[in-house]
C-alpha cells in the first residue's frame, strides 16, 4: 500500500472539476489540469460552485457562520491548483484521467503520465466502459494503473467504482480503496468487463424497457409515468434526457458489440433504440441541447401512443438485471454486495427510496417465484432469459429468500425466547447457534451491546448444549459486520465507566478464548475497529469476497481497546499488525487472507452456508479437548499483553489528542494533534 498526500487530475471538464473537488474536500492538494486555461478555470468554477453550495447548507442549518464559510470555502479551493503543464506532477501520489471517453486520447495521456510522475504514483482513469487493461498498456506500470469510475454529478453521488485490470495489483486497489474511503466516496471493486457492473447492469434494463416501447408503439410519457418509482427512482426516458443520449447510446452500443457481439435478434440481451441512434446523429442529446427523447417544450419526441404494461415490463427490466448480476458474480467480476449497493448507491434502486436493488428485490419476491419469471419469459421473450445457473442452484438447495430464511443474502430466524436486545441466538442443529449482531444501523460496539453479549454467553454455556457459535450481521444487505466502538457513548462513561466498559470488553472476549464453545466469525462487509476486534476474539473468521477490516483507532489518536494490539499480532505477525494500527487503514478480504487474518474467503452468498459448515464441524468435536487446545494455544504472554494495552489504553484516553481527536471525528473535521 502506499498514501496519498498529493493528487491530480487530468481534464478539466464539469467532471473533472468536481473530482477535484471531492480530493480537495478531503484535505488533499489536487493538480487540475488541461490544455487550455479557460478549460482550467471553468474546472477551479466548478469546484467552487460545488464547495459554495455545500457550505452554504451548513450555514442554513446554523452549522456555519457565513465568515467561517467563507473561509472553508477559500481552504478548499486553495488546495485545487490550475495549470497547463505537467510541471507541478513529479510528486504526485495519485493521479485520475477525466479526458474524453476515446481510447487513443486515454492512451496519449497515460503515456505522458507514465513519464511525469514518481514510480509509486497509481494512474487511475475515470473511464465508464474503456478496459482498464487497454489502457495500461501505454505504460510500463500496468499494476498501478486503476479503474476509478466516478457517477455523476461527482460531487453528490457516493459510489465509485474501483476497476481492477488484468495486471492491477491488489497493492493498487487496496490504496485506491482506502483513497475512495478517505475523500468520502463508497467504493466497490469490480471487473473490467463491458459497462463493468452499475452501467452494465443498468444498460440491460433500460434494453428492455426500449425495445417494448419501439415494438409495441408504446408512449413513452406513460412508460415515464408507470415506472418512476418502481423500476427507477425517475421515468427511463426523462431520466436519458437529463443525462445525455450521447453517453447512454455508446453505452448500449458497446453492449450490443462487445457482448451480444453484434448480434441484434430477439436472442441477444441488449437493444439500441433506434429513435435514440436518429437524435443523436442530428445532435439531439436530450436537456443539454434542448431536444432529445423530449422536445425542450417537454413534448414527446418518440413516436407512439400505446398504453403499456407496466407490471410486465417491470417484470422483465428486473429480470433482466437479474441475469446481468449473476453473469458477473459467476464471472468473478462483481460480488452480491457489489451488485446491490453498486445499484441503490449510482442509480437510486435504494430500500430507503422504496426501490429495492435487484437481488434483495429475488429475497423479498422469492427465489422461487423468480426463477419461474425466468422460465416463462425464456418461452414468450427468447433464450435471453435463460434463467442463470446460480438462480437455480439457490432454488435447489431450498434458499428461497425471506421466507426460508436464506437467498443472496442471510435472514435471522429468531428463536422464539431471547435473553438480550442487540445479540440475539437463532438455534440450529447439531449444537450450533447463530448469534446475530442486531444493534442498528451500524452494529457498533456499544455498552449495551458488550453486556449483551456477556448475558448470552453466559446463557450458551449454562445451557450446556451449544458447541459452536455463529456471530454474523443481522442485516441483510448490510455494509457492516460492525463499524466499530460507540465512540460517543464511551465519552459520556467517565473514567471509571469506560474502565468497567473495558474490563467487561475483555473478559467476554476472553471467554470466548477459554470456552470449549468454538466460534466462528462470519464478516460480511466492514469489520472496523471494535468489529475487528470482536471478529479477531473468535476462533475461526469466514469472510465474504465484500469484507474489509481495519483498525482506525489512531486516527481518532486512540489505540486499540478491545485487544487489537495483541490479538492482531499472533494472527498476521508483528509486523503487519503494527503497519495496520499504526496507519489505520483498511485491508481487504484477500489480503486479510494472504496474511492470515482470516481462515478462508467465500463468494458474499456463501457466507453463512460456509460459516455453518464450519460449525458444525468443530461443534462434532470433543468438547473438553477443544477447549484445552483453545486454551493451551493461547498462553504466551497474552494476558500480560492485555493488561499492557489495557492501561496505554487508559493512559491515551485521558490525553488532550485523544479528547480532538473524539471531538473532530463527532464535528465531522479534521483533528488538530498536539502531542499532549
Request: proline share 4%.
Amino acid at each position: 500500500m502506499s498514501f496519498v498526500f498529493k493528487a491530480a487530475v487530468v481534464g478539466a471538464g464539469t467532471m473533472g472539476g468536481q473530482i477535484a473537488q471531492t480530493i480537495a474536500a478531503a484535505g488533499i492538494d489536487v493538480v487540475l489540469k488541461d490544455v487550455k486555461q479557460e478549460l482550467v478555470d471553468h474546472g477551479i468554477a466548478v469546484a467552487t460552485g460545488v464547495t459554495e453550495k455545500q457550505v452554504g447548507k451548513l450555514v442554513k442549518k446554523g452549522r456555519l457562520s457565513e465568515e467561517d464559510a467563507k473561509a472553508q470555502v477559500a481552504a478548499v479551493i486553495g488546495r485545487i491548483h490550475g495549470t497547463l503543464s505537467y510541471e507541478a506532477f513529479g510528486d504526485v501520489d495519485f493521479v485520475i484521467e477525466a479526458v474524453p471517453e476515446k481510447l487513443e486520447i486515454k492512451q496519449a495521456v497515460f503515456a505522458e503520465l507514465d513519464a511525469v510522475t514518481p514510480g509509486h504514483a497509481i494512474l487511475a482513469s475515470n473511464t465508464s466502459g474503456i478496459a482498464i487493461s487497454d489502457i495500461a498498456v501505454a505504460t510500463v506500470r500496468p499494476d498501478k494503473v486503476v479503474g476509478t469510475h466516478y457517477f455523476f454529478p461527482a460531487s453528490v453521488m457516493p459510489l465509485l467504482e474501483i476497476v481492477e485490470g488484468d495486471l492491477t495489483s491488489p497493492e493498487t486497489i487496496a490504496t485506491t480503496f482506502a483513497f475512495a474511503q478517505a475523500t468520502k466516496k463508497q467504493p466497490i471493486v469490480v471487473g473490467e468487463g463491458p459497462g463493468f457492473t452499475v452501467n452494465r447492469i443498468l444498460a440491460a434494463s433500460m434494453s428492455e424497457i426500449f425495445r417494448a416501447q419501439q415494438e409495441q408503439g408504446l408512449s413513452i410519457q406513460k412508460i415515464d409515468d408507470g415506472l418512476k418509482g418502481k423500476a427507477l427512482p425517475m421515468g427511463p426516458f426523462f431520466l436519458m434526457n437529463s443525462l445525455g443520449l450521447d453517453p447512454s447510446l455508446h453505452l448500449q452500443e458497446q453492449m450490443v458489440e462487445e457482448v451480444d457481439e453484434g448480434d441484434t435478434s430477439a436472442s441477444a440481451r441488449f437493444f439500441n433504440h433506434s429513435r435514440q441512434t436518429e437524435l443523436v446523429g442530428q445532435g439531439d442529446l436530450g436537456a443539454k441541447t434542448g431536444d432529445g427523447f423530449y422536445k425542450a417544450d417537454g413534448s414527446p419526441n418518440v413516436d407512439g401512443d400505446g398504453d403499456p404494461d407496466i407490471d410486465r415490463i417491470v417484470e422483465l427490466s428486473h429480470l433482466a438485471m437479474v441475469r446481468e448480476a449473476l453473469l458477473l458474480i459467476e464471472d468473478g467480476d462483481a460480488t452480491v454486495r457489489d451488485v446491490d449497493l453498486g445499484m441503490a448507491a449510482g442509480t437510486g434502486l435504494d430500500p430507503k427510496r422504496g426501490i429495492l436493488p435487484p437481488l434483495l428485490k429475488c429475497d423479498v419476491e422469492g427465489l422461487d417465484v423468480i426463477l419461474e419469471r425466468f422460465e416463462q419469459a425464456a418461452e414468450t421473450e427468447g433464450d435471453r432469459f435463460d434463467a442463470p445457473p446460480t438462480l437455480r442452484r439457490l432454488v435447489a438447495q431450498g434458499r428461497l429468500g425471506q421466507k426460508t430464511g436464506q437467498g443472496f443474502y442471510a435472514y435471522p430466524q429468531y428463536d422464539e425466547t431471547q435473553v438480550a436486545e442487540t445479540v440475539k441466538l437463532e438455534t440450529r442443529e447439531h449444537g450450533v447457534v447463530i448469534a446475530w449482531l442486531d444493534n442498528a444501523p451500524v452494529n457498533s460496539i456499544s455498552p449495551q451491546v458488550i453486556q449483551d453479549l456477556k448475558t448470552v454467553w453466559a446463557h450458551l454455556e449454562q445451557d450446556g448444549s451449544t458447541r459452536a457459535v455463529v456471530f454474523a450481521s443481522a442485516s441483510p444487505m448490510s455494509a457492516v459486520f460492525s463499524a466499530g466502538a460507540d465512540i460517543k457513548a464511551f465519552t459520556t462513561l467517565g473514567e471509571a465507566g469506560a474502565k468497567t466498559l473495558l474490563d467487561d470488553a475483555h473478559a467476554v472476549f476472553r471467554s470466548f478464548g477459554t470456552s470449549s464453545i468454538v466460534t466462528i466469525g462470519a464478516i460480511n462487509a466492514l469489520a472496523f475497529g471494535g468489529g475487528s476486534e470482536l471478529a479477531l476474539a473468535m476462533d475461526v473468521r469466514i469472510a465474504a469476497q465484500s469484507a474489509v477490516f481495519g483498525q482506525p483507532e489512531i486516527k481518532l489518536g486512540l489505540i486499540p481497546g478491545f485487544g487489537g494490539t495483541q490479538r492482531l499480532r499472533r494472527l498476521v505477525g508483528q509486523a503487519k499488525a503494527l503497519e495496520l494500527n499504526l496507519v489505520g487503514d483498511p485491508i481487504l478480504a484477500d489480503e486479510a487472507y494472504a496474511h492470515g487474518l482470516v481462515n478462508t474467503v467465500v463468494p458474499d452468498h456463501e457466507l453463512l452456508d460456509v460459516a455453518l459448515n464450519w460449525a458444525r464441524r468443530l461443534a462434532g468435536q470433543a468438547p473438553l479437548a477443544a477447549g484445552a487446545i483453545k486454551r493451551v494455544s493461547d498462553v504466551a504472554g497474552l494476558d500480560e499483553g492485555i493488561e499492557a494495552e489495557k492501561d496505554a489504553f487508559a493512559e491515551i484516553f485521558a490525553t488532550d489528542d485523544a479528547t480532538e481527536g473524539i471531538g473532530a471525528f463527532i464535528d465531522k473535521r479534521d483533528a488538530r494533534w498536539t502531542g499532549k
